[in-house]
């Protein structure tokens, strides 16, 4: 499918996609649109940086504009469920700009802050609740929000919702649904637990695949750096210096680990922040705005952002802590590569984490290059045996060069540039880290130097979630 034009939008959302400067459909919204316009179920398998949010937003308000009967107070008619507090904003904001020809009223529910505000924004009722289950759980039983009027649910990113633990919240939330509803069913892996709740709601569904599962986003180019853990903050600390890092994504296993980290690039001077669970969502939204205006070089985050956080121009993601799921980490290397960029993302892997490691590379069918720096000498020769086969062979032909850079970048992304006495790097200097002749002539750091690992093929990522 070539345009929009051809999924049987009406005029007003035609228009809204054209402001935002889309012309031709992700995969997954040219099947699950025109599908979700006649009413079907849909059982969506996507990663994240599909454009999944579109595909179901747009058939969403196509079907509200048509709509004549008013919402009920203390009631709405769709209800999107969000892992997320970051996420549920997001959603709400792609409804909003997709939107904003039609008369269709929203709001966004999550914890955090104040209730009373969205107890009174509910009281007269809204077509679109977009909720984290937790706080909608909290309104339900204050009486704020009835769910007997919902024509539409939607779950979003379910695989997280049930990492973190909402799986009671959810039966809880469809059992007081209208029996004959709609519903739109949307993961990044398809376990047999979630392909047992989907089971349970879904009617007949439309499955939509758009991408193998937990296969990682095409134009990212990835490695890792075998490190002792003590030796993990010195390393970031020192390929920060690289300039092409304009916007960098740290992730933390833990919120004690982000905020020492945090603390840890402040004392170096570089401008940095921490966004996890325990942060107040005034500080959450605080640092997020800062990080997208460009005035914070990195942000440090747990993975409650690795599907929330969807920001132009993140030139870098840093896997400081390999996560324990290994599909953790194919979200949180999703937060780069947006919108059909290019972008770069290192891992740190100590010693501990190797099987970690051995577990993402089997999830994501294919091998992480691995790249020498000084500071992680100590682990090089387990590395380059963690490489080899059963068979005692190399898992590629020793020796082999390949020209990849994995510090380079297609495009800088937008916006002023992070600053911190003139750069947003320590002393004011250019912060570019030292060459070697060759090195300066390639334009790669001289301290990475690829050991093994093969790169998978690149291909276009249009319009993202």
Same mark, same amino acid.
């Given at each position: ?238 390929? =920060? /210096? @690289?300039?092409?890092? $304009? ?8 919120? +004690?680990?982000?905020? #020492?980290? !945090? ?93 970690? =490691? /051995? @577990?993402?590379?089997? $999830? ?8 020498? +720096?000084?500071?992680? #000498?100590? !682990? ?86």
């Amino acid at each position: 499918m070539n345009s929009f034009t051809e999924l049987g939008l009406s005029a007003p959302l035609l228009k809204a996609i054209a402001a935002e400067g889309y012309e031709k459909p992700t995969p997954i919204q040219a099947r699950a649109i025109p599908e979700l316009m006649k009413g079907r179920d849909l059982l969506g398998i996507a990663q994240t940086g599909t454009g999944k949010t579109a595909a179901f937003a747009l058939p969403i308000l196509e079907r509200l504009s048509h709509s004549t009967e008013r919402v009920a107070k203390n009631a709405c008619k769709v209800l999107v469920l969000s892992p997320t507090r970051e996420l549920a904003s997001q959603i709400g904001e792609s409804f909003k700009t997709y939107g904003r020809n039609l008369k269709v009223t929203r709001a966004v529910v999550f914890g955090g802050v104040s209730i009373g505000k969205q107890i009174d924004i509910l009281r007269g009722g809204v077509d679109v609740v977009v909720a984290t289950p937790g706080r909608l759980v909290d309104l339900i039983e204050r009486r704020a929000l009835t769910l007997s009027h919902v024509e539409v649910l939607v779950l979003d990113e379910v695989d997280q919702m049930l990492d973190l633990g909402f799986i009671h919240a959810i039966r809880k939330i469809t059992a007081m649904l209208p029996k004959v509803r709609q519903n739109l069913f949307f993961s990044a892996t398809m376990p047999k637990e979630i392909s047992n709740l989907a089971a349970g709601l879904l009617t007949n569904p439309v499955r939509v695949e758009v991408a193998p599962v937990a296969t990682t986003v095409e134009r990212v180019n990835q490695s890792v750096i075998h490190v002792d853990q003590a030796n993990k903050l010195k390393l970031l600390v020192e390929i =920060l /210096k @690289d300039n092409n890092m $304009t916007r960098t994504l740290v992730f933390s296993r833990t919120k +004690h680990g982000a905020d #020492k980290i !945090t603390k840890g690039l402040f004392a170096a001077g570089y401008t940095a922040t921490a966004i996890h669970g325990n942060k107040s969502q005034v500080n959450r939204e605080k640092a997020l705005a800062g990080f997208k205006a460009g005035k914070i070089l990195a942000l440090v985050a747990t993975d409650i952002a690795a599907r929330g956080i969807d920001v132009d121009g993140v030139s870098h993601v840093i896997n400081f802590d390999l996560p324990h799921v290994p599909e953790s980490y194919v979200h949180r290397i999703g937060r780069t590569a947006r919108a059909g960029a290019e972008g770069v993302a290192i891992a740190f892997c100590a010693g501990d984490e190797r099987s970690l =490691l /051995k @577990d993402i590379e089997r $999830t994501i069918r294919q091998s992480i290059p691995v790249v020498q +720096h000084a500071l992680g #000498k100590a !682990t090089l020769a387990a590395a380059e045996t963690e490489a080899r086969r059963p068979n005692g062979r190399p898992s590629q032909p020793q020796g082999q060069k390949r020209q990849w850079n994995p510090m380079a970048k297609g495009s800088k992304p937008s916006g002023e540039r992070p600053r911190n006495a003139g750069t947003g790097r320590p002393n004011g200097g250019s912060g570019a880290p030292k060459r070697n002749g060759n090195a300066a002539a390639s334009g790669k750091p001289s301290w990475m130097q690829e050991i093994s690992g093969a790169k998978s093929d690149r291909r276009p990522v249009r319009m993202g979630d």
